[in-house]
């Protein structure tokens, strides 16, 4: 069964998901990811219900990556410059 062509689709976050699984945090990432993917089965499947459902899922997730990602990056960035990692 093909999607149907409605522009009101809802986004899979799927192309955003694997780069936030790369740069930010990798275990929230596949989490992300996984939801990113239900939302283009249940796109390919023309359950628009479900795919708006996962959709919105995965956009939580992907801000939840985001999130502690950069949080992480900071506090390890901060931890490594109290310590004088980056000093002479």
């Known amino acids: 069964m093909s999607a149907p062509a409605d522009s009101s ?3 899979t976050y799927l192309g955003w998901s ?12 596949l989490i992300t990811m996984y939801y990113a993917w239900c939302t283009s089965q249940a796109i390919a499947e023309g359950d628009i219900a479900r795919a708006r459902r ?3 899922i995965a956009r939580r997730w992907l801000v939840a990556t985001v999130v ?14 109290l310590l004088g990692a980056f000093g002479h």
């Open 9 to 11: 689709l809802p986004k």
């Open 18 to 29: 694997i780069a936030t699984a790369i740069v930010c945090f990798l275990p929230l990432g």
């Open 54 to 56: 996962t959709s919105h």
């Open 68 to 81: 502690i990602g950069a949080g992480l990056e900071l506090l390890i960035g901060s931890l490594l410059l």
